[in-house]
């Protein structure tokens, strides 16, 4: 058993499985916040309900998401000491840097976000859920900045040591702006948030559709399906468009394997779905005449660079890049046509209340928007392939020197049941919650058993 290739297997999976949730935690943060706000400009209790309700599925997906994201710290000491041992001056201060002042953010205003919803004024409660948003960012603008400093590293020198040559950070601010940086962190955060507005909108459909909740079920549209189809449009426009010059830029080898163009070429094709051939060096499929030249150089004529100027050695899987880009942008323009059909049921004398297809649609959106997140996380990472630091250090050059096979290949096993369990019980859990639906208030509870006068004085104070 080969220990090189089974620690990658065992970081895709380890990785891949931690992916899923993050990105659902700063979605859903961010429509939290939105809810908040609509609950202190018009003091109606439903808005409240609904911010207990999702605060629960908040509170699952943050649990699984900080249990998978720890093994990965460890992997790098047990599985990549080469690499640490090279990147560790400036990796390990953006990780150090992210736990020091993102996790303890985030972590030490989670207990009020849970527990305070009942015992902490409206205001005060807002507070700690923005708090704990604003650390879920936070955290994931430093672990994106150590991973876009990977990409394309800069402000660094190499240096001779005992143990051989490493990286040490001669500029913080080059290391922290380094180029890939801001359009990746925008691209990470305009799809997590497209991940959280599909969430509530697959929620919220599954309740019209099993006539549930329907006050509540309408209320998550109306905020979500907004957010869903502006960063649905941002995303394929704006923040993709950015990504593509970047990786023009700074990685031409990566550009050429996602859209498998062999040869230098003027006026080159975007493949819209297509198959590629390695060993015969050609690339089959339904394109567009031009669209590649214009999106990496803003210039329909301009010459991209083909894989064969490059040395071979240095192309990555070009199969696998190809599939998992053009997967990820077919669905990225199906989420703009999803948005859109669902602005055009609703205002279409609301009928997308009672749209049974389009509500199905909405449903299975969740599982769409993760599969699209995920497809661009492997293009970034297959992509680089085979440096795990561009142009500076190999990934086999960075697995540990001493590791056995057999070591990674029962960690590897051990993962995939642990993980297949964690997985199901997450989603027992989430279903048992979403099945649940949301509680009665307790102030509102209480309420219902007073006179009408004390009822109405205990409104006037909620609203206060």
Known sequence: MNPELLSRLQFALTASFHFIYPPISMGLGLLLVVIGIIYLRTGDPKWRQISFFWVKVYALVFAMGVATGIVQEFEFGTNWADYSRFVGNIFGSLLAAE????????????????????????????????????????SALWIIMANSWMQTPAGYALQQTGGGVIAVMTSFKEVVFTPSFIPRIMHTWVASWMVGASLMLSVSAWYLLKNKNVDMAKAGIKVALPFFVVFSVLQLTAFGASQAVEVTNYQPVKLAAMEGLWNDEACAPMYLVGWVNVAAQSTTGIKIPCLLSLLAYQNPRAVVTGLNSFPSETWSPINLVFQVYHLM????????????????????????????????????????????TMSGWWTAEFGRQPWIVWNLLRTSDAVSPLLQGFQVGASVLMFVVLYAILFILFLYLLNEKIQHGPDPIADETAVSSLPDTFKEIFRRRARA
């Open 329 to 372: 942008i077919n669905l990225g323009g199906l989420f703009i046509a999803i948005g859109l059909l669902g602005v055009l049921y609703y205002f279409w004398g609301r009928r997308l209340w009672t749209a049974r297809w389009v509500l199905w649609i909405f449903v299975v959106s969740i599982f769409l928007t993760e599969l699209a």
């Open 99 to 138: 736990g020091i002042f993102a996790f303890f953010l985030e972590g030490g205003f989670l207990g009020l976000m849970l527990f305070g919803g009942n015992r902490l004024g409206p205001r005060m409660w807002f507070l700690a859920t923005f708090l704990v948003v604003f650390g879920a960012h936070f």
